[in-house]
C-alpha cells in the first residue's frame, strides 16, 4: 500500500517520537510504502525540503509557527497551513501515486487540502480524528458559540468529515459523540482507531541518574506531567495541588513540556515557595524516557468544563513504562473507564480540586502502585500495540 500521510506534526528522529511517528514507522516495517509531508514551523527550518528519516521520505513544508504560540498566531498559521502544503505537495510529489491519503485532526482547516491531494492521486482518505473542534474551543470559551468564528469553523468542521472516506474515532465515547452530533455522517464509514505505540522491551530502573541531575531526591514518591501545558491540560488544578502538597516530603511533582500556560506552574512554585515541584522544558528523547522509568505515577489533567469525550494520548507513554496514573478529568471522557477496566490507577472529576489531591497523597504511601503500573503495560500490550492501527488501515486498502 502506498500512502501519503498530511501531518502536522512529525519530530525529526533526534527530537523524539510521538503515536505518529511510531504508526509511520510500523506501517514501513510491515512492508508499505509511506511519504510523510508536514507542516514545519518557521522557527524550526528556513526552506521546504525533502529526505529520508525512518526509513522513508519525509517531506518538511515551512509554513508558519503553530506550536507555543498565541491564539491569532496559531489561528493565522492554520489558515495558511493548506495553501503552503498543496504547493509543497506539488513541488516535491508531483510523478508519485499513492493508494491513500492519511491525515488527522486538529486542525479542522486542512479539508480543502485533503480534498484536492484525493482529487489529485485519485484516492481515497482517512481521518484520524484526535480532537473535536470548534465544540472544545467553546468549552473552553475561547470562541463563542454561534458567533462568527464558531460559524466558520463548524462549516471547516463538516467540510472535514464529509472529505474523509473513513473515520478513526479514538474510543468509543468520541465514535458516538461524532454520530450523535453529525446525524448526516455515515455509521459506515465511522470505526474505532486508538491511539497506539511501539513497545519498548526495558521498563526495568536500576539507577536513578536522571533524578540526580535533576536534584530529585531518591525517597519520594514523584508525580510525573509530561507533555502540552495549554488551556486543555487545566493548569490551573495542578497550580492548587502543588500548593496544597507543599508540605508533603514524601511527595515530589515533575512537569515536563512547553505550551501556553506553563509560566502559572513556574509562578505557583516561585511565590508559594514550593521545593518539591519542578518544571523544565522538553528533554532529549532517550532522558524523557530515563526520568518516566525514574517516576512513580503518572498525571493527567483536563478541564472539567469539556463537553466532548477527549482521550489524552499521554497515557500511553505512562502505561509503556508500567506507571500507575492519576487522572483529574471532565465527566464525559471514557478515559475513566479505561482506568477502571485496566485496573491501572485513579480518576477523579477534575472539578473537585481536594478529592484529587487527596487521590495525590494516598497514591504517595499506596503500597499497590507496582501492581497498578504493571496492569497498565499488559492492558497496552493487549489493547493499543501500533500493530493494531496498521491491520485497521491495511483492511480497507484490501477491501
Known sequence: MRLLYIATSFPEPVKGATIYTDLAEALNEAGNEITVAVSEQARNKQHTEMKKERGFDVLRIVTGNYYDVGFIEKGITTLKIPSF????IKKFLEKKEFDLIL???PPVTNAGLVAWAKRKFNCPAYLMLKDIFPQNAVDLEIIREKGILHRFFISKEK????????IGCMSNANLQYVLNHNSWVSSSKVEIFPNTKKMTNSIDVNEFRMREQLGIPKEPCVFLFGGNMGRPQYIDL??????????????YFLFIGRGTDRYKLEQTIMEKDIDNALVIE?????????????CDVGLIVLDPRFSIPNYPSR?????????????????VTDLKELIEEAECGEWVWSGDIE?????????????RLNLM????RKYLEENFNVNRSVEILESHFKK
Open 282 to 294: 522538553n528533554l532529549p528523547r532517550t532522558e524523557y524516557e530515563q526520568i518516566t522509568k525514574e
Open 315 to 331: 497515557i500511553l507513554s505512562y502505561l509503556e513504562y508500567a506507571k500507575p496514573v492519576l487522572a483529574a478529568t471532565d465527566k
Open 238 to 251: 495542578l497550580c492548587k495541588v502543588i500548593e496544597g502538597c507543599k508540605n508533603e516530603k514524601d511527595m
Open 103 to 105: 491525515f488527522e485532526s
Open 159 to 166: 467540510k472535514l468529515l464529509q472529505t474523509a472516506d473513513y
Open 373 to 376: 503500573g504493571a496492569n497498565g
Open 85 to 88: 502544503m498543496k504547493n509543497g
Open 355 to 367: 478529592t484529587f489531591i487527596n487521590k495525590a497523597k494516598e497514591m504517595s504511601k499506596s503500597k
